[in-house]
């Protein structure tokens, strides 16, 4: 039988270059899925604390951002409780980063410019994930 009820997965993009989030943005809803942007890290923070009842099925967040970056954000979600897969992107591949970013529950992370054909296989398995509650964090 089908859900009638289950509604679109819902993807929060968090870069602070436009173009960036505007070409993802672009990507998610050609999947079938809606798509929210933030352009840094205290924007996406103060919208999960102001609305705690819209939840993200997965989030795609950028590593190097001014203010808080995405190590900062990782790590403020799961203080927040709220346990969401993320994919990392970055055009900075730094090694410790990315060990920090998976030794805190992060799913992937991917360089940028970005393998459309990876993200979107990534973003099916992060949506499978928060649709199975077996997100760690």
Do not use: W, Y
Not at 27 to 45: D, K, N
Not at 122 to 134: P, R, S
Request: hydrophobic share 45%; proline share 4%; charged share 25%.
């Amino acid at each position: 039988m089908i859900n009638l009820t289950k509604t679109k997965p819902s993807i929060a993009i968090v870069d602070d270059d436009e173009s960036v989030c505007h070409a993802i943005k672009r990507l998610v809803r050609s999947l079938g899925m809606e798509a929210a942007t933030f352009a840094s890290g205290h924007e996406f923070i103060d919208h999960i604390e102001a609305m705690p009842s819209h939840r993200f099925d997965c989030v795609i967040l950028d590593v190097k951002m001014p203010g808080l970056n995405g190590l900062d954000v990782q790590e403020r979600l799961k203080r927040l409780r709220n346990r969401l897969p993320i994919i990392f992107i970055t055009a900075h591949d730094e090694v410790n980063v990315r060990e920090r970013a998976f030794a805190a529950g992060a799913l992937a992370f991917l360089p940028k410019p970005f393998n459309a054909e990876l993200l979107i296989k990534t973003l099916h398995a992060a949506v499978k994930i928060a649709d199975n509650g077996e997100v760690h964090g």
